[in-house]
């Protein structure tokens, strides 16, 4: 069984830059994919970056690609850094955590952390 805790996010104003993280424990990290989704109020939970199991082969969406960078450690953490940050943005960013996929679909993600809140102010 796998364990993620995510951490931070903030309040933060447009233009600015968050580096979050997801520290993984009870599991063989490397061997699992990992990833980034976020949902804003009333919106569905939404793909934002994964990188692969071994290959550390990386995806992101639309909306963040060339903002977001996704990174992972030999160790047991997995990064997501976003810069020039949008009001958009704003939404409970969660990690993520596969044994084998490592897409865009959010229910195929076996193991989930609890969330960290991002706000971006105009």
């Known amino acids: 069984q796998v364990q993620l805790v995510e951490s931070g996010g903030g309040l933060v104003q447009a233009g600015d830059s968050l580096r979050l993280s997801c520290v993984a424990s009870?599991?063989?990290?490397?061997?699992?994919?990992m990833a980034w989704f976020r949902q804003a109020p009333g919106k569905e939970r939404e793909f934002v970056a994964a990188v692969s199991r071994f290959a550390g082969n990386t995806a992101y969406a639309d909306s963040v690609k060339g903002r977001a960078t996704i990174s992972r450690d030999n160790a047991n953490t997995v990064n997501l850094q976003m810069n020039t940050l949008k009001p958009e943005d704003t939404a409970v960013y969660y990690c993520?955590?596969?044994?084998?996929?490592?897409?865009?679909?959010?229910?195929?993600?076996?193991?989930w952390g609890r969330g960290t809140q991002v706000t971006v102010s105009s």
């Open positions: 993520a955590a596969d044994p084998i996929y490592s897409g865009r679909s959010y229910p195929s993600y076996d193991y």
């Open positions: 009870g599991g063989t990290f490397v061997s699992y994919a």
